[in-house]
């Protein structure tokens, strides 16, 4: 299997730039339309003084199908392999030790809308919970940096479930989405999901089915009563300004003495740019992060970047694009009671400075390179928890210097 999806990953990387320069299906509503890319990333981390190594692999794959049913009802289905293959250093292969290293792969979406009322669409299956700017206006591949930032710790990723929405209110600029979604579906790693084995993370869901539990056809016949409610609202005033509000509750599963009863989230984001300066900031707040009563992770940061060639500065064949952020990860509260250790004020800083290389301006999320540096500061409280066996890293998270470099070809 390993073999296939890395025969894959290559071909990709060799053979879909000279198709994907010649056509952009990011405009297609009518299909069905193939579309999919390919990531190829290395890294090292310097200092450590450990046996890792130089780290290469396929950092992700994805591979979908999207289209127009009948005229108002859309699909869109994709099947994700998230680092398929790693190869090099002294964690290569060691799944047992390092839970995820050999890479995850299944379904990443699937999906039906329903938009006979612009204003009032029905977005059903498996999709983005509206929680966090960067999570749910931009992709895999046309991310600024090669990691996402902290704050999808804070977030709630992908699950199944329904939601009602407009991309632009009868033109007002005004966007939405209002849903409710399966508590225990949640793609892992965020505030929401039953997202490691320390049993501090295992309170977060409900448990899709009670005692007795049956199924007909294949299908459960009772709940856990258990769900995700999530909405976000959303302004577009011009390409210089978008403002994004959103937030997500959910009740939490067999809460006892030092656990939440219900894990709360919010997040406020803006974004804009012009003639090829680009700018983003996110803060976002949890109460009972990683399920635990009284402790509220927290996440800012700010991000800039200058398409030099959109600036005019730089030919068509050097269409490169300079970018820093920064971002700070706090924790704030103290630990429920029951609860071993206290990692009240803890925080780390991550800047990080990177720079984009498209192959045609024309499309160029269909064949570019990434170059990130990583400098974090303020990490000592991690490790000392990460030292005590406590995973209180956000995703995300270097905790030492990381030079990385992405090869990526989409279609």
Do not use: C
Request: proline residues 4%.
């Amino acid at each position: 299997m390993k073999k296939n999806l890395v025969a894959f990953a290559v071909a990709a990387a060799v053979l879909v730039p000279g198709v994907a320069l010649a056509a952009d299906s990011s405009n297609a509503d009518t299909g069905p339309v193939l579309y999919g890319y390919a990531q190829i990333t290395g890294s090292n981390q310097f200092g450590t003084h450990g046996p890792e190594g130089l780290i290469f692999g396929a950092h992700r794959i994805r591979l979908g199908v999207k289209g127009e049913a009948v005229p108002g009802v859309s699909y869109n289905f994709q099947y994700k392999w998230d680092g398929a293959w790693m190869s090099g250093g002294s964690l290569a292969g060691a799944a047992s030790a390092f839970p995820g290293v050999d890479g995850q792969s299944g379904v990443q979406e699937a999906e039906i809308n329903f938009g006979f009322v612009p204003a009032l669409q029905l977005e059903v299956g498996k999709f983005r919970v509206p929680v966090g700017l960067e999570r749910t206006q931009f992709s895999g591949n046309n991310l600024w940096f090669i990691q996402r930032s902290m704050n999808q710790s804070l977030g709630a990723d992908r699950s199944v479930g329904a939601a009602f929405h407009s991309p632009n209110v009868m033109g007002t600029g005004i966007y939405y989405k209002i849903g409710i979604f399966d508590n225990h579906s949640l793609d892992g790693s965020n505030a929401f999901s039953d997202f490691g084995t320390n049993a501090l993370n295992a309170k977060n869901v409900g448990y899709p089915f009670g005692s007795g539990q049956t199924r007909v056809g294949g299908v459960l016949t009772n709940g856990s009563g258990k769900y995700l409610f999530a909405g976000m609202l959303g302004y577009k005033m011009s390409p210089l300004l978008n403002v994004e509000l959103s937030g997500a509750r959910a009740d939490t599963n067999l809460s006892g003495p030092g656990y939440a009863n219900q894990i709360d989230a919010w997040n406020l984001g803006v974004n804009g740019g012009l003639m090829g300066i680009k700018y983003m900031a996110e803060y976002s707040r949890v109460n009972s992060y990683g399920g635990i009563e009284g402790l509220r992770g927290s996440d800012w940061y700010v991000a800039l970047a200058a398409n030099l060639h959109e600036m005019t500065l730089t030919p068509d064949w050097l269409d490169i694009e300079p970018a820093v952020r920064f971002e700070r990860f706090d924790y704030r509260g103290t630990v429920g009671s029951g609860v071993p250790g206290n990692i009240n004020g803890a925080y780390l800083n991550n800047t990080t400075i990177g720079v984009n290389y498209y192959v045609n301006p024309n499309n160029p999320h269909a064949a570019e390179v990434q170059l990130n540096y990583i400098v974090p500061t303020g990490a000592s409280g991690y490790r000392a928890q990460l030292a005590a066996g406590k995973n209180y890293a956000p995703a995300n998270a270097y905790l030492y210097n990381t030079l990385a470099l992405q090869f990526q070809a989409g279609f």
